[in-house]
């Protein structure tokens, strides 16, 4: 079932409103063959609820009516037609709808839930998680076809300095300015996260240690500027790996990041430390800084 789910969902819109439709007809054309005395009810929601989880309501309520209809021709066909036949038809229509209303709610659900899962509620950013998942993924690119790969992690340095003197309200406020700058200055494929607490995380698929190199600085400077233009005292270090090889895992790599990071914050904060990684390095070999 769970196959055939997806596989649903990978079909054009148009696609699965034909099918639902083919299907209610069918249905409707089988029914005539049968003995009036079996309930088909239970077969017609299968397209009703079709059309409702993949296409919405409104389409739920398209395929109900035509269900609805199609159960009425088939009565019709094989018997006069009686006045309880139009109340049955509103009765049906109607059970039909709320059973259509029912599921189309619930994938609307589900779809809050998974996107809450995957997303800092604060930020809006990927959280953690997501952003694991996501780096797996690239990383996995990164063996099967050799594609370039660079992570950033980024720290506000002295953030607790804008909580201890403006309140958690300014901090929060600063930490949606850094998320929402950074993912302005990032491509369509990037990918943003927040980590926790004032750390960041940045990955660039298909980017090289000097593509890389010119995206982080423009980052950077961004970030700082926005930083300053709201008269926060808080600077932005960055440790950056770019794989010449994958590592062994997302955790691996994040990890590289991270204590190139705190290199960066060795070296006074507010800098940029970019390493490479190649097969055999345990931490990244030593790269560029970029100084404030």
Partial sequence: MGRLVRWLDRR?????????????????????????????????????????????????????????????????????????AWWNLAVRFASFVVVAGIISTLRRLLEVERASARTDELTGAQNARAFGETTERELRRLRRFGRDLTLAYIDLDDFKLVNDRHGHAAGDELLQLV??????????????????GDEFAVLLPETGAEASWVVLRKMHNAVR???????????VSIGAISCLSPPESAAALLAMADAAMYEA????????????????????????????
């Fill in 179 to 196: 998320s929402r700058t950074i993912a302005e200055t990032l491509r369509i494929d990037d990918v943003v996260a927040r980590i926790g």
């Fill in 12 to 84: 054009p819109a148009e696609q699965l409103l034909v099918l639902a439709l083919l299907l209610t007809a069918t249905i409707g054309g089988i029914q005539l063959l049968v003995s009036p005395a079996l309930s088909f009810h239970v077969f017609y929601l299968a397209p009703v609820s079709m059309a409702a989880w993949h296409l919405g309501r409104r389409a739920g309520i398209a395929v109900s009516g035509l269900a609805a209809l199609a159960w009425l021709v088939a009565e019709v066909m094989r018997a006069p037609v009686v006045p309880a």
């Fill in 265 to 292: 914050k060795r070296q006074g904060k507010n800098t940029i430390e970019h390493r490479l990684f190649a097969d055999g390095d345990s931490a990244g070999r030593a790269g560029q800084t970029l100084e404030a």
């Fill in 225 to 235: 500027l926005a930083v300053s233009e709201r008269g926060w005292p808080v600077g």
